[in-house]
């Protein structure tokens, strides 16, 4: 499966699609917003540039990009005028793969732009917004082109399923289970950390030929909190998403039980040495923060926690699935499953995944 031709979020605005189901994604980064804002400040003041250069990387569909965007104009022209230093252009750059749907984003410009003048006096910014196609694990824009990067729940996905979860027949190793689980042979766990090691260490690579010198990135990824694979995090919900994955692809026929004993996602959580350690093996950065937070699952709309978790995974999932098992699958039964399961797991034991906050500066 080639991810970069195939995944992609929900597009759209439907009850299923990832901008009405990104709720959770949208309180990371607003749990994090303030370290956002303090290091695109501190940037700015340590460079003033006259043109500033800012990347979204994984920015997706839906309102969360733009709305980022705003704070982070915002956060610049206040400090610009503490400072009493002329205000910069702001060049802006929204990357995601091919297939993301960026008609929905180019479409809430408008108000992007009016809400930045909203209630304000004076002659806004000049801001020049373009979308940037592509996989963040490679080289996106020219040479010292960048100030500030900024990727919030992407890094956990990685380029690509792990070649090393099949053998030499092209049959998997980690059968009956999408991710590394407690029933996986141990070399799942490698496969996923080595995958993990090659893609962060292009990502970081990549954006130091891009980054100015001093140049800042916040990235928010899921993790783990210690050094075993199977937590009771984000490794426990791909779990239950196994057994909800079984029970709904249409039985009876050797293809659909191949499909299913084939299908692993391409995600991995990491720990914080794990992070540490690819930063100071690549070279080019140094980490001015990494701290670990947790996301309560809010509800909305009076449903359950289940459904919530659910109808998040099915916008993130969607793609995946409909490409590997076509109609083999019916997807409202999968995630109805999931969710019913998740809802009984939370109901013995309260699981919160954790995610990183990580704040690297070029050298």
Known sequence: MDVEKVFHMAGGNDKTSYAQNSFIQKKASDMVKHITMETIQELYCEVTPRSIGIADLGCSTGSNSLSLIKDMVEAVQGTSREIVHPMPEFRVYLNDLPTNDFNSVFKSLPDFYRDLKKDKNQEGPNIFIAGYPGSFYGR????????????SYSLHWLSKVPPALYDERGESINKGNVYISESSPPG?????????RVDFGLFLKSRSEELVTGGRMVLNLM??????HVDRGNSFFWEIFSRSLALSVSPGTEIEREKLDSYEVHFYAPSRDEIEDEVRREGSFEIGKLEMFEIEREVKNGESRGTAVATTARAVQESMLRDHFGNGIDLDNLFNNYGKMVDEELGKEDIIPVSFVVVLKKL
């Open 223 to 228: 993790g783990r909190i210690g050094q075993d």
């Open 188 to 196: 799942v766990s490698q496969a996923y950390y080595n995958q993990f």
């Open 140 to 151: 996106l824009f020219p040479h010292n082109s960048l100030h500030f990067i900024y990727s």
